[in-house]
DNA sequence: TGATTTGACATACGGCACGTATGTCGCAAT
DNA sequence: ATTGCGACATACGTGCCGTATGTCAAATCA
């Protein structure tokens, strides 16, 4: 069963206009994105979009459902590399900080993809980060790590903290600097869910991991 | 000086325009609302609309300018009800949270103002909600309350972190008990800010302070 | 193998909405 | 009283979205 040449072509201009639409949607923006331009661009018509894609929003949830299973790779990668389960969440939070520095995902996931779609918990089939977070945040708490708040609420405000913060971020002048705040803020803030409170360092103790 | 017929007729059109504006923009979305049926609700034309805005994102800017202005109002009145800074402090982002539940906030702040105007930390002369958590964070540092992190940082992951929050209840099927679960999750979160960790409620036992 | 059908994609069309350029009318200052 | 300015209306061009229709190659079948 070798999938069929016809099958095959279908899914590479498929993957052709969603490989455009990524570009286009995150330069331009969602809204100023021309679907006539982006066709063109990708060697195809508007008559390719609206048959694959329905229209033009149809695209979009394409485009994202592609950054999000990427996101959610590599945020479940940083989980899997730190030394202990709590450690673990707290990399998979501060993954998704650096991950929405990335303009791409800025603007179509977090920008536009709400704007458009409405709230992500309401996309079907995905919002796989959120399902990532708060199946962790549930295996914390069964283990007694973490107090016996509600999961999902607490992964929605995890969420929102680390994606709004890389916002904050990316539109700051010094990037760099910024981001080793809001990671040293991000840890204090998702400490307040363990069960048994970390050692408080002292004032003037600041936390430099930075990198990776 | 009895600011003249003249100034008193325009400042009438301008707020009657943006209180169309903001019926239309809560109801419709910003992409989906017309100038040609907004303003003809308003018994005006398109061109007191650019004489006045310049173009349709600045009839936006205008109207998140006054929603903030309401917003940043009420937090603070919710902040000095409350008996003490810590207290103020978390009774400021709860505020936030069902403040963002009403319809208009949730579609025209916390969705379409963002996509369209980009990072709010960045809307010249407002934000103010922003800037308020900022200085509240920033006294209860210096008072030794808060751990030294910085505040805007701070501000920042709190204020994203209620608001998220917000637009997930609001999506939800159950927004009173859901909205529990929210406020429960945030003020464990918040917590984690503080330089002397409070005393760790046994598992079970649920606050259940939901209204103001 | 040749006819037929299916479906992926292109082309053509209508309509709406935004922004601008131009016109008009009334208030205010001289 | 005249003149100038500013608030707002009207008219126009353009771009873009969604749909309806057409076409041609590939898969199916007699």
Redesign the pocket.
Same mark, same amino acid.
């Given at each position: 069963m070798t999938t @069929?040449?016809?099958a095959q072509? #279908?899914e590479e *201009?498929?993957a052709k206009l969603i490989r455009t639409a990524r570009a286009a949607f995150a330069e331009k923006g969602y809204a100023a =994105?021309? #679907?006539?331009?982006l *066709?063109a661009r990708a @060697?195809?018509?508007? @008559? =390719?979009l609206? %048959? %694959?894609f329905g229209?033009? *929003?149809g695209l979009l949830r394409a485009v994202i459902d592609q950054i999000d299973a990427e996101m959610v790779a590599k945020a479940r990668a940083a989980r899997d590399r730190a030394e202990s389960p709590w450690l673990g969440f707290v990399a998979e939070g501060v993954a998704y900080i650096e991950l929405a520095l990335e303009p791409e995902i800025q603007r179509i996931v977090l920008l536009d993809g709400p704007a458009v779609l409405g709230d992500p918990s309401r996309w079907p089939g995905q919002n796989a980060c959120l399902r990532e977070t708060t199946e962790t945040v549930q295996a914390l708490i069964e283990a007694g790590i973490v107090r016996p708040v509600d999961a999902e609420a607490a992964a929605r405000l995890i969420n929102g903290a680390a994606l709004d913060a890389a916002l904050w971020v990316a539109a700051a002048a010094e990037p760099r600097a910024v981001l080793a705040k809001a990671i040293e803020a991000f840890r204090c803030l998702a400490s307040g869910l363990l069960a048994a409170p970390p050692p408080q360092p002292p004032p003037g103790d600041h936390v430099t991991a930075i990198e990776n």
């Open positions: @069929g040449r016809r072509k #279908m *201009t498929r =994105a021309s #679907m006539d331009e *066709t @060697g195809l018509t508007r @008559g =390719a609206y %048959h %694959h229209d033009k *929003t």
